[in-house]
């Protein structure tokens, strides 16, 4: 189950919100970790992307509850951990929309520069260049 949560928040990083973690040229690192490369242009707040990172990380491991004992029984742990979810997914939705409103700026403009609907490179690097 940890391996499955890490991974999640991984592929949320990385491939959902388009910001490269391990496929990242000249990442900045801690140690021997790497962190995920923040756009340099932003539609929300840094704070924001940096409150998603954290909050996305910490829910992804709601499921511990039931390595706790009876927790399971109570109706209100049960409530409290599906609201958490869906306020996560409402978080990820909002960066979501944002790489697919970049992809299609991005359709768009080598649309009319080059007469039809291709890029040169994969969606993920032409975000990043934005």
């Known amino acids: 189950m940890v391996a499955n949560s890490l991974y999640s928040f991984y592929w949320d990083v990385e491939y959902d919100w388009g910001m490269p973690w391990i496929t990242q040229p000249g990442a900045s690192k801690f140690g021997?970790?790497?962190f995920p490369a923040l756009r340099t242009s932003y539609?929300?707040?840094?704070?924001?992307?940096?409150?998603l990172l954290?909050?996305?990380?910490?829910?992804r491991f709601?499921?511990?509850?039931?390595?706790?004992?009876?927790l399971e029984a109570h109706n209100e742990v049960l409530m409290t951990v599906a609201l958490l979810e869906?306020?996560?997914?409402?978080?990820?939705?909002?960066v979501r929309v944002e790489i697919e409103l970049r992809r299609a700026r991005l359709l768009k403009?080598?649309?009319e520069q080059t007469g039809r609907?291709?890029?040169?490179?994969?969606?993920?690097?032409?975000?990043?260049?934005?």
């Open 109 to 111: 403009e080598a649309t």
């Open 117 to 130: 609907e291709t890029l040169t490179s994969s969606p993920t690097e032409e975000v990043l260049r934005l």
């Open 32 to 34: 021997l970790l790497r």
């Open 86 to 94: 869906v306020v996560r997914r409402w978080q990820w939705l909002f």
């Open 62 to 70: 709601t499921w511990v509850h039931r390595l706790l004992g009876d």
């Open 54 to 59: 954290a909050s996305n990380l910490v829910l």
């Open 43 to 51: 539609v929300y707040s840094r704070p924001w992307y940096l409150w």
